[in-house]
């Protein structure tokens, strides 16, 4: 978003107490409204932003902000409503040491101060500068002028100061790093967690819509805020009642005694931009529409009044929201059933998935802290919601059912937070992608949409799941006991065929049943009745008793040699002639075992459920322990827990300073490439090469050729043998088409391969790439694919002709921190090979986590890097190095995934 005079339209983002205010460039008319600003200026601060008292320096000032004469200065506006609360300006400076540097000034409104306008400002500044190629700031302040010290401090960016004369002479950095990014993320937590509060715990609802008869959606939603004890007021918008379930009603948003926090919308779709646009006039904070079927016109006037009146939206076509906090008791929706107050906080788009998901999580007895139908997503999403739950004080596991990402990458930063403290539990909907473009490159072709989302929660800390009934299988067990430590798995069962059930379970899952040690199948022994097998699983027999079953189960559960018991019960004779059920045992004190144990009770009608069921208490009691009806929910939902307790166990990780980039050269050779070539391509092989060279990527010597002569005496500089290798626009699977011969042992061996090439491809061929011989090594791929919705993918696996065959790589979102790509590295199949295994040695472990580093960072700083495919990349044990190259640039806006802004439809 390089926004200058005659830019794109405003964006929206939210202040630190919740305020929507509008980012936009100056234009010429709005020098009435900037002036307007200036003149309210106290004394004091029209002196520390002109360093005097003086009228005529901000009159001054306007008019150049104004008139901004070049496109590379930029000056940003900050609205409220119509009213300017801010506004900030750079301009180029000549500086023979910084020749991308630039001067700010920023000016916030006196009665705006301490809400985050500046920094909002200078955020959304940085951003244009960047765009247009700026990489450093400097600003002046007088050493009194602690506001404005205090907002470039707080920045986040890497800032160093000099002071001179009463003076305090400032210079800024513009890279994003972790530092700016944390920064970034707090700010943006605060804004959004205040703005949605007038959702989640307002102190005044009206139902707007509301009908007299029983089968009207406002009734429904007004019955249940009424009925369920909502702790605030509560009114009805209805012009032919005086009253609807006993809450008074009235004829107008206007005639509310009071202005509602949170509206609820039941109106035809036709009606709602009026009737947004009359909420906002009155003063509502928030809007929750439960209507669908709107119009693109009446989507954006929707829209448009929410924004303008900086109102917070929910929906539309959405089911309501919930927040069961005693203080707020707040069901305004049109779900039959009120939800259990807990600890869950649930947030789905669909109304129908929410009412299921409720249902399930009830009969469980797993109550929520707040419940969001998102809907259509005009406004709120997922992302608001995680910051809502980190903060909210009563929410200890997020449960989020997602059809789509507005701003994936903010979306992990912001899950891996909260995945740290609990955990986010996902439905993975919507995995294919009817339509996706048909990839050309193996890279491309690698990365299917289930890769790019798994990379994404993988990442984050999120566990996904395939549908409804796993991710409640799964939260049955997350809920009601500890994490594992791992994913040993000892399986204990009255009857055998059923523990070789469970044994195959666990191994689909990705859990072992090891063999348990001797003294301890030795104790087990001792305590089963004659005939238990002890091994893993463990066959107790069907005349085990109850109490010998439960000192079986924590014998398990206290030893060290098993991260978790996993009982398999069936109902037998033998136990109920003898009394003594062994279910029973299943149920201990709290904190007499400290391993989870979870059940599968073969005859079970649910398919999960948490016992004991019958004192329908929510199930964090500690006593309480998921039951299934089938081995594999059970190894599912274990599955899920044991690789989440290992993500919570790895550092956090972090992207990596390099050394030897060139990123001002990278983006001129791309900008170069696409002002000759607008509608894109892929890059010859003499801008791949500088490309890898300006990111420090390792690469084979290589020389370009166009005749046979040139290409021997290349072959001859380089070092025979040779390897030779036909090119022309748009050719990506060379050795498909006969396009490369190796092992050229002379001169003349190359003249002859050049001249064959010659006469197959004729005048298609515009030259060849001419390259020694490589040294042995593991052939692997490593590539980068931009998805239009996550951003840059970076993938690794093995390589080489077989590469998609084999289909053995793994994937992860850019910026690579250094635990993603030690994860890239080892999660292949092939990837006991790279660790030496067979005896070969390792190969240069550190060259390649360099290797996809680099190209991590190239991805993120070219977005107009759609396809990188590096195949083979030969690693061998003294260095890592890319023997083919296939890039391809595409044109593409400068991309913002950490601007904070709110979302546009």
């Not at 924004?307 to 539309?316: D, F, I, S, W, Y």
Request: hydrophobic share 45%.
């Amino acid at each position: 978003m390089a926004m200058h005079a005659g830019g794109p339209d405003a964006v929206h983002a939210l202040l630190t107490d919740g305020t929507t205010a509008s980012i936009r460039a100056v234009r010429p008319d709005d020098r009435e409204r900037v002036l307007e600003m200036y003149r309210h200026l106290s004394a004091d601060n029209l002196r520390r932003r002109f360093f005097a008292i003086s009228r005529r320096s901000a009159e001054l000032a306007v008019e150049r902000i104004c008139t901004l004469g070049s496109p590379t200065d930029q000056a940003l506006l900050a609205l409220v409503g119509d009213k300017v609360i801010g506004v900030a300006e750079y301009h180029r400076i000549d500086s023979p040491d910084r020749p991308q540097l630039a001067e700010i000034g920023l000016t916030v409104a006196d009665d705006w101060h301490e809400h985050g306008v500046g920094t909002l400002l200078l955020e959304h500044l940085a951003h244009a500068a960047r765009a247009a190629g700026v990489t450093a700031f400097t600003a002046e302040a007088l050493a009194d002028n602690h506001l404005m010290l205090k907002v470039v401090a707080d920045l986040g960016l890497r800032t160093t100061r000099r002071f001179e004369q009463g003076e305090v002479h400032s210079t800024i950095e513009l890279q994003e790093d972790e530092q700016y990014l944390m920064a970034v993320d707090a700010r943006g937590r605060t804004a959004d967690v205040a703005s949605l509060r007038p959702l989640l715990q307002p102190k005044s609802v009206a139902v707007i819509g509301a009908g007299r008869k029983e089968t009207s959606v406002g009734r429904a939603v007004l019955t249940n805020l009424r009925h369920n004890g909502f702790n605030g007021a509560l009114y009805a918008v209805n012009p032919h009642a005086a009253s609807i379930v006993d809450v008074p009603s009235f004829p107008t948003v206007a005639l509310l005694p009071e202005a509602p926090e949170l509206a609820v919308l039941a109106v035809p779709a036709h009606a709602l931009p009026d009737v947004a646009e009359q909420c906002g006039a009155r003063g509502v904070r928030a809007l929750v529409v439960v209507g669908a079927g709107l119009r693109d016109e009446e989507a954006a006037g929707l829209l448009a009044a929410c924004r303008r009146h900086g109102m917070r939206l929910v929906g539309p076509n959405c089911l309501g929201l919930a927040n069961t906090d005693p203080a707020v008791r707040l069901d305004a929706t049109f779900a039959a059933t009120a939800p259990r107050p807990g600890t869950a906080g649930v947030a789905v788009p669909s109304g129908g998935v929410g009412i299921a998901l409720l249902g399930a999580l009830s009969r469980l007895g797993i109550g929520v802290s707040s419940f969001v139908s998102l809907g259509d997503k005009y406004d709120v999403s997922g992302n608001d919601l995680l910051q809502w739950w980190e903060c909210d004080g009563r929410t200890d596991l997020a449960v989020l059912h997602l059809e789509s990402f507005g701003n994936p990458r903010a979306f992990s930063r912001t899950a891996r937070r909260l995945a740290r403290r609990m955990p986010v539990l996902t439905v993975d909907a919507g995995r294919s992608e009817a339509g996706r473009r048909a990839a050309a490159s193996h890279t491309a072709a690698l990365a299917t949409p289930t890769m790019t989302r798994r990379a994404l929660f993988r990442q984050a800390g999120v566990i996904p799941t395939t549908g409804l009934g796993e991710l409640v299988e799964t939260a049955a067990l997350l809920h009601s006991q500890p994490l594992p430590a791992g994913p040993r798995v000892a399986i204990v069962s009255n009857a055998g065929g059923a523990a070789v059930l469970a044994a195959d379970a666990c191994a689909e899952a990705g859990l072992t049943v090891p063999e348990l040690p001797a003294a301890l199948a030795a104790d087990l022994s001792a305590a089963l009745p004659e005939g238990a097998r002890v091994a893993n699983p463990v066959d107790t027999t069907p005349a085990v008793t109850s109490a010998a079953f439960a000192e079986c189960l924590d014998r398990l559960a206290r030893h060290g040699a098993v991260d978790a018991v996993l009982a398999v019960l069936v109902p037998t004779a033998l136990s109920a002639a003898g009394g003594s059920d062994p279910v029973e045992a299943l149920i201990r004190p709290p904190g007499a075992r400290s391993r989870p144990v979870l059940t599968v009770l073969l005859d079970q009608a649910e398919p999960v459920r948490l016992l004991p069921a019958s004192d329908g208490l929510p199930a964090s009691d500690g006593r309480s322990l998921p039951a299934y009806a089938e081995p594999a929910a059970a190894a599912r939902a274990l599955g899920h827990a044991v690789e989440y307790a290992r993500w919570r166990a790895e550092p956090l990780g972090s992207v990596p300073s390099l050394d030897r980039i060139d990123a001002p050269t990278a983006a001129l050779l791309v900008d170069d490439f696409l002002r000759h070539t607008p509608g894109g391509g892929w890059a010859d092989p003499r801008l791949c090469g500088a490309l890898l060279d300006a990111y420090g990527i390792p690469q084979q010597p290589w020389a370009w050729a166009g005749s046979p002569d040139a290409a021997a005496a290349a072959a001859e500089r380089l070092g025979l043998p040779a390897a030779l290798k036909a090119h022309w626009p748009g050719i990506v699977h060379k050795s498909e088409v006969g396009a490369v011969r190796l092992d050229l042992r002379s001169p003349a061996a190359v003249r002859a391969a050049y001249q064959d090439f010659t006469d197959r491809f004729g005048e298609l061929m515009t030259g060849t790439v001419v390259q020694p011989m490589a040294e042995r090594g593991i052939e692997l791929v490593a590539g980068v694919t931009h998805d239009d919705v996550f951003g840059p993918l970076v993938l690794f696996g093995l390589g080489g002709t077989a590469t998609e065959v084999l289909a053995d790589h793994a994937a992860r979102l850019a910026p690579l921190t250094d635990q993603d790509a030690h994860a890239l590295i080892t999660a292949p199949r092939c990837a006991p090979l790279l660790f030496g295994q067979h005896g070969d040695g390792p190969v240069d472990l550190e060259g390649l986590e360099q290797l996809l580093h680099r190209l991590s960072r190239m991805a993120c700083d070219l977005p107009q890097l759609a396809e990188a495919d590096l195949n083979p990349v030969l690693a061998g044990p003294g260095a890592v190095t890319a023997l083919d190259v296939r890039i391809r640039l595409a044109p593409r806006a400068t991309e913002a995934p950490y601007l904070r802004r709110l979302r546009a439809r």
